[in-house]
């Protein structure tokens, strides 16, 4: 298939990134697809790619240390685990937490259902301070409808295991939550609410103020995933008034094979681990063991100690772009991007039609095209966008469609990625035959 020719650039601010300065540090974006054509990688939403420092930093350990932490008395065993806990701490800092509110999980979908287990297994607990946030028969846990499923099905499990009931928030036509019932959806029978900071798939950035004032009314526990927000945004977890955070390394330009759970101390400290073994014990005797404190009591076993250390380079980049212009620099694309769908007739965006509180996430449909037609034609042109239900089955059925294309935006992200992009579906609606191309 023949690419087509984008129209003359129109005037634009310039962006706060220096986007050719920055794809420079991203090795994949060198590479060609598709019979030679450009890579325009629109999918950072489900996965990020990786600049060399985060490379560099993975294989400096494999190469000068490669030892596990906390374990060995050997000069490589106490450089690991200071390096481990020197991610650890930066980690913290990029989210304003202190170093003992971080425990590293694989992903933010462990780091959920870490949570979501100790809760439950909280009700054999038998220590009494670790039975403080049991959940039962008669309590609620609330979500919402725009829910990623890893911030779903491990509360519908819960609430499976416990006998708890599980209740959520809708959606308003424009991709929002509803938040006309919150009163009556968030009672005192609200033992934990779970939301999204940024949806996935509408973009949409949620008002967690109102929600957690909510919360604290009826003494229910907040958990955020911020797998969507802690990559594009600043966040500081003392503004944040929750008591969890979850979010994800490969998202934010780390590795894969890492998360992070942020949990307010009080509240680490009172629950029971998720997984037991190595590391994570106080004393073990054949009758019976005890648990570390926090955050160790919650990473049994040898750690993904070169994927910690990668994320923390990676947390270093994101800094020195500065989180602000990183926000700013995904607000202007996403305007721009909204503006040049506007203008395919044809094409509807799911999700809010503007950019108030709104992130860089754009799922759309194109009349008379399947999203995973669209999708095959953008890939041939070398575009790769993310189509399907993007983990998130309720929020599609709520607008009535099979599916959707999404575009998801990042620091390497530039214009001419939104023109590939516009012009890409143009070419597939010439393709199928749908629309008069413009």
């Known amino acids: 298939m023949t690419q087509t020719v984008s129209r003359p650039a ?20 060198t590479r060609t697809v598709r019979d030679g054509k450009r890579l325009v990688y629109l999918d950072s939403g489900a996965t990020s790619q990786k600049p060399r420092q985060v490379l560099d930093a993975e294989r400096w350990f494999y190469e000068n240390v490669n030892a596990a932490p906390h374990r060995g008395a050997h000069q490589l065993a106490e450089e690991a685990t200071a390096a481990y806990e020197a991610a650890r ?20 979908t462990e780091a959920i259902n870490l949570v979501a287990y100790a809760l439950s297994n909280a009700v054999t607990a038998k ?44 959606l308003t036509d424009d991709g929002r939550l509803d938040l006309s019932d919150l009163a009556e959806v968030v009672n005192e029978r609200t033992k ?27 003494g229910a526990l907040v958990h955020v995933d ?39 101390y009080e509240v680490l400290d009172k629950l029971p681990p ?31 100690t070169a994927q910690v250390i990668g ?31 506007a203008e395919i007739p044809g094409v509807t965006v799911i999700g809010p039609p503007d950019t108030v509180a709104r992130g860089g996430a754009i799922s759309f449909t194109v009349d008379g095209i399947h999203p995973h037609d669209v999708g095959q034609v953008l890939d041939d042109l070398g575009i790769a966008v993310r189509v399907g239900h993007h983990c998130a089955w309720p929020v599609v059925r709520r607008y009535g469609v099979p599916a959707t294309t999404r575009a998801t935006f990042y620091v ?3 214009y001419d990625d939104i023109d590939a992009l516009a012009d890409g579906i143009r070419a597939a609606q010439k393709f199928f035959g749908t629309s008069e191309v413009r």
């Not at 913290?92 to 971080?102: D, L, N, S």
């Not at 008034?241 to 994800?248: H, N, P, R, Y």
């Not at 998720?274 to 054949?286: A, C, K, P, Q």
């Open 311 to 341: 994320l923390a380079a990676a947390v270093e980049y994101l800094q020195g772009l500065g989180m602000g212009k990183v926000e700013e620099h995904e607000k202007a694309l996403t305007g721009y991007a909204l503006e040049r769908l």
């Open 274 to 304: 998720f997984l037991t073994g190595g590391s994570m014990i106080e004393v073990v005797r054949m009758e019976g063991s005890t648990f570390a404190a926090p955050p160790q009591r919650f990473e049994a076993g040898v750690p993904m």
């Open 412 to 414: 390497h992200t530039g």
């Open 127 to 170: 220590e009494p301070e670790l039975r403080t946030y049991a959940v039962g028969q008669g309590d609620e846990i609330v979500v919402t409808e725009m829910e990623h499923h890893a911030n779903l099905l491990p509360w519908q499990q819960l609430c499976e295991r416990t006998g708890a009931t599980l209740r959520w928030l809708g």
């Open 89 to 108: 701490a930066t980690i913290g800092a990029f989210i304003g937490a202190p170093e003992r509110e971080i425990v590293f999980t694989r992903n933010s």
């Open 226 to 264: 911020g797998a969507q927000s802690v990559p594009h945004q600043p966040i500081d977890v003392g503004e944040l008034d929750a008591d969890f955070l979850v979010f994800s390394g490969h998202k934010m330009l780390g590795p894969t094979g890492v998360g992070v759970l942020w949990g307010r």
């Open 192 to 218: 934990l609410v779970a939301v999204t900071q940024q949806s996935n798939i509408l973009g949409t950035i949620n008002p967690l103020g109102e929600i957690t004032a909510r919360a604290r009314e009826v």
């Open 10 to 29: 129109r005037a634009r601010s310039p962006l706060p990134l220096d986007v050719e300065a920055i794809r420079a540090d991203f090795p994949i974006l």
